[in-house]
């Protein structure tokens, strides 16, 4: 419904798309009474049966548009933070990533200097300060934000309208463009006693998030590689189908090699999920593979069709710029690698 009309999609069926998503249980909800409470996308089974069944139904949604499959998972994500509360059960995207930190094993326990700061005040909270780049879906009614209390992290359900936040456009972005993003910036702003969440370390949300976003990756170039192989069976070039062409095999077989390796491994990790930091190392360390991999496959994948592929009709071009974005949410391959180096190194415990 989204993938196929535009450069982007046809974007204003997209909130009808997550209504419906809801409807049938494809789409996770803190709701207990909800259909998708336990097996939607990030619904509550994933808490005892592991990740597997969500990164597979991200990476299938990919195939068809990254930019939605980043909807569903955003929002599942958000709706496993609120189902351990007592917050008013509404669709959520988390708030975790600020502009002036970078993320490190020290800051899984202990929020960094310049973070958002949550004070308390009788059995409220006080937000101060700001996050940036927070995924802002269709159909979200609030954020689950992590801010810096007085002895570690805390969470809290913070509706859109508020007051005391602003949400601001983040503007446009070169993929995804399904996924709104927005900068939050809170001033003062009062969580109350019912909107509060348990506080905890953004240990199993920031594994859960790499996990996702390394199956999206796979997907979307999953269905490169096939869009692309199927032109080269159609197209004849010095009395051949290109497909026949070494060069074009080499392109093909290379983009296929990266993507079912990191296919096999988003499997391997998901049957060893579990808690702690060996489980988050290997998540980190997928979404750093599988993001660089599949972007270099879909490369490949563009460079079959010639010139051609950066034409908007064949839709490679759409599928690269979503691998791109892909490559540098939530953290940059930068970011990451020094994530694995210092965990390895005995950062986090």
Not at 136 to 147: H, I, L, M, R, T
Not at 191 to 211: D, E, H, K, T
Not at 238 to 246: D, E, L, S, V
Request: hydrophobic share 45%.
């Amino acid at each position: 419904m989204v993938g196929t009309e535009g450069r982007d999609g046809n974007l204003e069926k997209l909130p009808g798309l997550l209504s419906h998503a809801y409807e049938i249980g494809l789409l996770a909800n803190a709701d207990p009474q909800s259909p998708g409470f336990e097996y939607g996308i990030w619904g509550r089974s994933c808490l005892t049966e592991g990740p597997m069944a969500s990164t597979a139904l991200l990476k299938e949604i990919a195939a068809a548009c990254p930019g939605v499959a980043a909807c569903f998972h955003f929002l599942g994500l958000g709706a496993l933070e609120l189902e351990a509360g007592e917050a008013k059960k509404s669709s959520a995207s988390v708030a975790f990533f600020e502009s002036n930190w970078r993320v490190t094993p020290e800051v899984l326990n202990n929020p960094p200097h310049g973070a958002l700061k949550a004070v308390q005040e009788n059995e409220r909270l006080i937000l101060s300060g700001t996050k940036s780049l927070v995924p802002y879906p269709s159909g979200c009614e609030g954020f689950v934000v992590y801010a810096a209390g007085k002895s570690g992290w805390e969470r809290a359900f913070v509706p859109c309208d508020s007051q005391g936040l602003q949400i601001l456009d983040a503007g446009l972005t070169v993929g995804l463009s399904a996924l709104k993003l927005a900068d939050l910036k809170f001033e003062n702003a009062i969580v109350g006693a019912n909107n509060l969440l348990p506080a905890r370390s953004p240990s199993a949300f920031l594994r859960r998030l790499m996990l996702g976003l390394a199956a999206i990756a796979v997907g979307n170039a999953r269905a490169a590689i096939e869009e692309s192989a199927a032109y080269a069976r159609e197209r004849y070039q010095g009395g051949t189908k290109i497909i026949n062409h070494p060069a074009m095999q080499v392109l093909l077989g290379d983009a296929s090699s990266r993507v079912a390796g990191c296919g096999a491994a988003l499997k391997t990790v998901c049957g060893q999920d579990s808690d702690g930091a060996d489980a988050l190392l290997r998540a980190v360390s997928l979404k750093l593979r599988a993001s660089m991999d599949c972007w270099q496959a879909v490369t490949d994948c563009l460079q079959v069709l010639g010139g051609y592929g950066y034409m908007e009709d064949y839709r490679l071009e759409k599928r690269l710029r979503d691998a791109m974005h892909l490559k540098v949410m939530a953290m940059r391959p930068d970011d990451l690698r020094i994530f694995c180096g210092a965990m390895l190194g005995g950062g986090a415990q």
